[in-house]
């Protein structure tokens, strides 16, 4: 293991970096280094007319080194599948070793003949590790600029096929109530039950051979787009002055959406630009530039930048869209010792189709601090959920080392309000339901206002009669 210094920490510190000795890539570079001190030493001894058996050691040895050129990876190779393939099978591999035994011993003997030889072997190793230092320094500037050549590719590409949809920058508009209102079991052009993707939550982790300097001051943007307006549906959005501080113990980023469920039936795009805030804004670093387009999994890891970020979500299947309207305290106060959660889940609706999906986190206030408005609402940091049509909504709330849980059946559309205790406080859910939104074409054929009437529609000319005169 080496250990090296470089300024890619927060704001710009010194921060300790490790990776792995790479033993194949480092033995060949030695040898050849060796084999010039031989042949060095080798012309020093002709010119002193030293002992013929130093010059024929020598030159020998050199030979050894050149039957061995082609060979080294096998030798230093430690995966013991090939080991015991080298050493049951190949007959070579005795003797390779034998000959690396006799390299040592005529290496033992040079240390005598050469003055400072061991010395010129120690200082090779050094500058080898040396050039190690800058080869993994470019490596991070290669892949930082090959991330962002990339996303301003992907920008381009957006900006050239979708411009008539808005700016890149601009978030979705859509409301996740769009359909609240309909009567039950009425068909409305638009709406549909349809695959949606939960994300539960965004974790920032080290990268093996980056080492973070904890805790991190992370900001940036996080955001989904699907086919329904592709338009940024925003999971994280914090400015450089809004900074969110990672720590090791909670590393995961405070998620703030999506505004309304997120359509999978079709691709769905993950972009992610987080950076690191240093002293001063010359000194921030890239954490990671990325545009994915997501696939079938469960979960993903995405290895980018400085650090990796995990993902975790899921895919459900005819589901609905339920907004969390509000939690009020009607009745007493909440017990915010021990700090406040409200946790949400999706059920199933038939217990053969297994357990319930993760939990979204919709409130988790720090010890000692009530996050209410003056109305008695708690302040939630997400409030769109997708819930599968023939399952339910799950509502914990954590407070003062009390726990209590509310259940809402899914429905097509309306609202659903219930009630529960925590001990002399009272707290009132509100959950409106909606159907999902297949896109914002078909709400304009719908005669729906166009969410983006007033971008692309051109200005038509008043014409204005005068009076006559």
Sequence with gaps: MVQTQSKIGDGGK???KQFNELPVNNSIPIAESVR??????EAETVRAEVVPR???????????????????????????????ICMLIREPFAHYCSTLKFISAVFDRLGQWVPDFREGLELIKLNL????????????????????????????????????????????????????????????VGAELGRTMQVYSIKVAEREGFTLEWPLKVYGVVAARDVVDYRRNLLFLRTRDDCQILTTEYPFLHLTGPSRAIMSKDTVTIEVHLKLKGTVESKDTTLISKAFDDYDGVSTCLLRGLCDIDLCYDHLEQSHQATILGVRVVKGSLPCDNGIKVICSTLPGDKTEGSGSGHVLLLDSQAGKMPMSKERYLDLSRQVVSVKSRGSLEILMQAGGISQSVVFPTKFSNVSRKSCKLGDCEVQITVAW????????????????????????????????????
């Design 434 to 469: 909606s159907l999902l939104i297949e896109s914002q074409h078909d709400i304009s054929v719908n005669g729906s206002v166009h969410p983006y009437a007033w971008e692309s529609i051109p200005r038509m000319p008043i014409m204005k009669l005068a009076d006559a005169c």
């Design 54 to 84: 130093v010059s024929f050691k020598l030159a020998l040895l050199s030979r050894q080194f050149d039957d061995l050129w082609d060979n080294m990876c096998q030798l230093v190779s430690t995966e013991p599948k090939f080991l015991a």
């Design 129 to 188: 590790d040396r050039d190690k230092d800058v080869e993994v320094e470019d490596v991070y500037e290669a892949t930082k600029v090959a991330e962002e050549y990339y996303f301003n590719a992907y920008r381009r590409d957006w900006e050239c096929r979708r411009s008539n949809f808005g700016s890149f920058e601009d978030p979705t508009l859509l409301s996740p109530m769009y359909f609240t209102q309909i009567i039950p079991g009425h068909t409305e």
């Design 36 to 41: 010039n001190k031989i042949e060095e030493a």
């Design 14 to 16: 010194s921060v300790s």
